[in-house]
């Protein structure tokens, strides 16, 4: 009876005080992002190449998070593409929850980079953060090695918006 009167306290403990179960953040492959950028229609997919360790990636996240708030009522999807290492997963889940990212996170499970790089883009060199904008139905894919500011994220997805298919 005391074993389940002190678990009763710690249960009761733990969600007053908020603690929640860590996010997970599943992995995910070059073809599968392939696949989900192709169910898309006319959804204009902002794909940002990040890593906890790289301190502009993780400066100009609040920026891709704006941007989905303020267009959320616009066919648009921000993805968070994790380039640490599969070992780091749940690292990275904890950075996730951490930071409060709301856009879906995945962690790259691609080992060869010199196959995944000019997958995404031949202008990629490899540097981070680097952004992928996609929308199937205007033939648009737009790759930038930069970090942004909300400013420059902004005009970057207005312009895809604003194309003629």
Same mark, same amino acid.
């Given at each position: 009876?005391?074993?389940?009167?002190?678990?009763?306290? =710690?249960? *009761?403990?733990?969600? *007053?005080?908020?603690? @929640? *179960? @860590?996010? !997970?953040?599943?992995?995910?492959?070059?073809?599968?992002?392939?696949?989900?950028?192709?169910?898309?229609? +006319?959804?204009?997919?902002?794909?940002?190449?990040?890593?906890?360790?790289? =301190? %502009?990636?993780?400066?100009?996240? %609040?920026? &891709?998070?704006?941007?989905?708030?303020?267009?959320?009522? /616009? %066919?648009?999807?921000?993805?968070?593409?994790?380039? +640490?290492?599969?070992? +780091?997963?749940?690292?990275?889940?904890?950075?996730?929850?951490?930071?409060?990212? #709301?856009?879906?996170?995945?962690?790259?499970?691609? /080992?060869?980079?010199?196959? $995944?790089?000019?997958?995404?883009? *031949?202008?990629?060199?490899? =540097?981070?953060? =680097?952004?992928?904008?996609?929308? #199937?139905?205007?033939?648009?894919?737009? $790759?930038? !090695? @930069? !970090? &942004?500011?909300? @400013?420059?994220? !902004?005009?970057?997805?207005?312009?895809?918006?604003?194309?003629?298919?």
């Amino acid at each position: 009876m005391k074993g389940c009167l002190i678990l009763t306290v =710690a249960i *009761a403990v733990f969600s *007053a005080s908020g603690l @929640q *179960a @860590q996010q !997970e953040v599943p992995l995910t492959t070059l073809d599968a992002l392939e696949r989900r950028l192709e169910n898309g229609a +006319d959804t204009t997919f902002v794909i940002n190449l990040w890593a906890t360790w790289c =301190a %502009p990636c993780v400066a100009e996240m %609040p920026h &891709f998070e704006r941007l989905q708030q303020v267009y959320a009522a /616009k %066919p648009l999807r921000i993805l968070f593409v994790s380039l +640490d290492t599969k070992k +780091d997963q749940d690292a990275v889940a904890k950075f996730v929850d951490t930071k409060g990212l #709301k856009n879906e996170v995945w962690l790259l499970d691609e /080992k060869n980079e010199q196959h $995944f790089i000019p997958a995404i883009s *031949a202008e990629w060199s490899g =540097a981070i953060p =680097a952004t992928l904008f996609v929308n #199937k139905s205007k033939g648009v894919r737009i $790759f930038k !090695e @930069q !970090e &942004f500011d909300y @400013q420059q994220l !902004e005009n970057s997805y207005l312009s895809i918006v604003q194309q003629k298919n």
